[in-house]
C-alpha cells in the first residue's frame, strides 16, 4: 500500500471556537482523510462495506499540537495520511495515522484503530466480527504487521485517573441519539459521539457547589488530546441517561468530573461493566465513565 495520501483543508468559522479548532472538526477531517486514504491506496469505502465487508472505528486518539492554534492563526490545514499502516496479523485491527499541519507548524496528530468486521445483513449492514480477506491484508507493508497481542496492547494505553472524594452532588440528565448523530446503519457515528462527553461537561458551569476554579476549565480550558474507545454501539433513538461526577485530584492541583451514560429506560443494559472515558486536562483533569464508549480529552490553559 502507498505510504502518503495529502489534502488541504480551507478553515472556516465553524471549525474553531473561541479556543481552538474544534477537536469534532479535527475528527471530521480524519475521517475524510481515512476516506482518501483508502480510495487511494486500497478500494473506496463503499466497494470496501458492500463487497469485502466493513471495519469500524474502535480506538481513536487526537492530539492537539498546537493547542493554542485558533482561527485567526491558520487559514489552511494540511492533512497528511499513512504516517504509519498496521494492522494486526490475522487482519482483525487494522490501524492508521495523520498528521495535520498549518503553514509553519505541526497542529495535531491523529490515529484510527479499526475492528474488521463482516457484514451480516446487506440491507441493513448489520455485522458481526470479523477479518479483513487475504487480498486485502497482503497489501499492508511487512514492517506494519503486528501480532494480535502485540497491536491490543498498543491500543489499550489508558489507566485510570486517581481522585479524592466527590465534589457536588452527582448531575443527572436524559438525551437521545438522533439520526443526526448516526452513519449510514443508523448506529452512532464515532466523530459525533465525543459530543454528549463535552455537553455533560460544560453543563456542569453554573452548577452550584463547584469551585471556582474547576468551573471555569470546565469551560475555558482548549483540549489538548482526546482518546476514545467504542466498546459497542448505540443506534438511532437510543435513549442515554447521563449521570456526573465531579472529584478533586489527590494533589489538589487538578478537578476530575467523571460522567457515566447508560441506556435508558425501556432498553436493555448491555453485558457490560462501565468503561472508562477520561477526559485529562491540565492543570483540568476530567474523566468520564461510560458503558459503551471510553475517551480522554486533555486540556490545557
Same mark, same amino acid.
Given at each position: 500500500?502507498?505510504? #502518503?495520501t495529502?489534502f ?6 465553524t ?11 479535527? /475528527?471530521?477531517?480524519? $475521517?475524510?482523510? @481515512?476516506?482518501?486514504y483508502?480510495?487511494?491506496h486500497l ?14 472505528v474502535?480506538t481513536?486518539?487526537?492530539?492537539g /499540537? ?5 482561527? =485567526?492563526? =491558520?487559514s ?6 499513512g $504516517? ?9 485491527? +487494522?490501524? $492508521? ?8 507548524r505541526?497542529a =495535531?496528530?491523529a490515529?484510527?484503530?479499526? &475492528?474488521?468486521?463482516?457484514?451480516a445483513?446487506p440491507?441493513?449492514?448489520?455485522a458481526?466480527p470479523?477479518?479483513l ?6 497489501? @499492508? ?5 503486528w501480532s !494480535? ?7 489499550h ?13 452527582p448531575?443527572? %440528565? #436524559?438525551?437521545s441519539?438522533?439520526?443526526? &448523530? ?7 457515528? @464515532?466523530?459525533?459521539?465525543t ?5 455533560a461537561?460544560?453543563r !456542569?458551569? %453554573?452548577q452550584?457547589?463547584? +469551585?471556582a ?7 475555558a480550558?482548549?483540549? &489538548?488530546?482526546?482518546m ?6 448505540? @443506534?438511532?433513538f437510543d435513549?442515554c ?5 465531579? *472529584? &478533586? ?5 487538578q478537578?476530575?468530573f467523571a *460522567? ?5 429506560? %425501556? ?7 462501565p *468503561?472508562?472515558i ?16 471510553k ?5 490545557c490553559?
Amino acid at each position: 500500500m502507498g505510504s #502518503e495520501t495529502v489534502f488541504r483543508e480551507p478553515l472556516w468559522t465553524t471549525q474553531s471556537s473561541p479556543l481552538q479548532l474544534r477537536p469534532r472538526a479535527l /475528527l471530521d477531517m480524519a $475521517i475524510n482523510g @481515512f476516506a482518501r486514504y483508502l480510495a487511494e491506496h486500497l478500494l473506496p469505502c463503499p466497494t470496501l462495506v458492500h463487497k469485502h465487508g466493513t471495519v469500524v472505528v474502535r480506538t481513536l486518539r487526537l492530539d492537539g /499540537l498546537a493547542s493554542d492554534l485558533c482561527f =485567526a492563526h =491558520a487559514s489552511w490545514l494540511d492533512v497528511g495520511m499513512g $504516517i504509519r499502516t498496521t494492522v494486526s496479523d490475522a487482519g482483525e485491527w +487494522p490501524g $492508521i495515522t495523520l498528521n495535520y499541519r498549518t503553514d509553519d507548524r505541526p497542529a =495535531a496528530r491523529a490515529r484510527l484503530v479499526l &475492528r474488521g468486521l463482516s457484514v451480516a445483513e446487506p440491507d441493513s449492514l448489520s455485522a458481526q466480527p470479523g477479518r479483513l480477506p487475504e487480498s486485502l491484508l497482503a497489501r @499492508f507493508p511487512a514492517d506494519g504487521r503486528w501480532s !494480535t497481542d502485540e497491536f491490543r496492547d498498543h491500543t489499550h494505553t489508558m489507566r485510570p485517573f486517581d481522585s479524592d472524594p466527590e465534589l457536588l452532588a452527582p448531575q443527572e %440528565g #436524559e438525551t437521545s441519539l438522533t439520526r443526526s &448523530r448516526c452513519e449510514v446503519a443508523d448506529q452512532w457515528s @464515532f466523530i459525533e459521539m465525543t459530543e454528549p462527553a463535552t455537553t455533560a461537561r460544560e453543563r !456542569t458551569f %453554573g452548577q452550584p457547589g463547584l +469551585p471556582a476554579d474547576a468551573v471555569r476549565q470546565a469551560v475555558a480550558a482548549p483540549v &489538548r488530546s482526546l482518546m476514545a474507545s467504542f466498546q459497542r454501539p448505540l @443506534f438511532v433513538f437510543d435513549r442515554c441517561r447521563t449521570l456526573t461526577h465531579a *472529584h &478533586r485530584t489527590p494533589d489538589g492541583d487538578q478537578t476530575v468530573f467523571a *460522567h457515566a451514560i447508560h441506556a435508558g429506560p %425501556g432498553l436493555p443494559e448491555p453485558e457490560l461493566h462501565p *468503561h472508562m472515558i477520561r477526559v485529562t486536562s491540565l492543570p483540568l483533569v476530567r474523566v468520564c465513565r461510560l458503558i459503551v464508549l471510553k475517551m480522554v480529552e486533555r486540556s490545557c490553559r
